[in-house]
């Protein structure tokens, strides 16, 4: 069985530039967020999305923006690129929203990740 | 909002001895607790939860403690080995909010 995906493993951008990060979650996984972590550090919460719609929001400025996909699959999009957004983009995915109030709490299972450089 | 550290930020055992990492949260609603173990350039893989409704759970040489009138839980591996070397990772989640996870633990097992 599949677990998370993400793709491209590897990404080199320049200050300014855009990118686009993609994410398939485990089949019959609804749910599905982005982490950034930066080198030294947990992984910190981007989006969170299920059912096609933003659940969640972490603390980054609106240059960041995502969306999932009918096949539950997802994409992270970054917009004028910073130096300080070089870091391991993570994918989790679960099945039903971790932070639901309707369901009991849910572990996410991670993708390889995304290692974004910008130079 | 929720507030997880973890500690130590380092820690290194010989092989066989026993190693504890402690995180400590700040939500008192927070009611579920994974910990992930993340080798170099792999990604995070969960080796154990516990939920608020229980004081201690394991599985093998690993387990998982949870204080909730301090608002601690804690990660116990026993008889370690070479390949528990590792970053670990403690996370907290509470209804309605979204994972919060600690800075990491980096673990050397020496031979």
């Known amino acids: 069985d599949a677990g998370v995906t993400q793709s491209p493993t590897h990404l080199i951008k320049t200050r300014g530039q855009h990118v686009t990060l993609r994410c398939s979650p485990i089949?019959?996984?609804?749910?599905v967020s982005w982490y950034q972590q930066v080198l030294g550090q947990g992984p910190q919460f981007i989006f969170q999305y299920y059912e096609k719609e933003e659940r969640g929001r972490g603390n980054f400025p609106d240059r960041f923006s995502a969306r999932q996909f009918p096949n539950y699959s997802s994409e992270l999009n970054v917009n004028a690129l910073l130096l300080g957004d070089s870091a391991l983009y993570l994918c989790?995915?679960?099945?039903?929203?971790?932070?639901?109030?309707?369901?009991?709490?849910?572990?996410?299972?991670f993708g390889d990740g995304t290692r974004l450089s910008i130079l | 909002g929720e507030n997880v550290e973890q500690h130590p930020s380092t820690l290194s055992v010989q092989e066989g001895d026993s190693a504890v990492i402690k995180c400590t949260y700040s939500?008192?609603?927070?009611?579920?607790f994974p910990w992930y173990k993340q080798e170099l350039g792999k990604r995070p893989q969960l080796i154990i939860d516990?939920?608020?409704?229980?004081g201690e759970k394991k599985d093998q040489r690993i387990a998982v403690t949870l204080n909730k009138t301090a608002k601690h839980f804690s990660l116990h591996i026993t008889e370690t080995q070479p390949e528990d070397s590792a970053v670990y990772f403690c996370a907290a989640l509470r209804p309605g909010q979204n994972f919060v996870f600690g800075p990491g633990t980096r673990l050397s097992v020496l031979p």
């Open positions: 939500d008192s609603a927070s009611n579920y």
């Open positions: 516990i939920r608020s409704n229980v």
């Open positions: 089949s019959g996984h609804k749910s």
């Open positions: 989790a995915s679960s099945p039903f929203p971790g932070q639901s109030l309707f369901y009991p709490p849910q572990p996410q299972h």
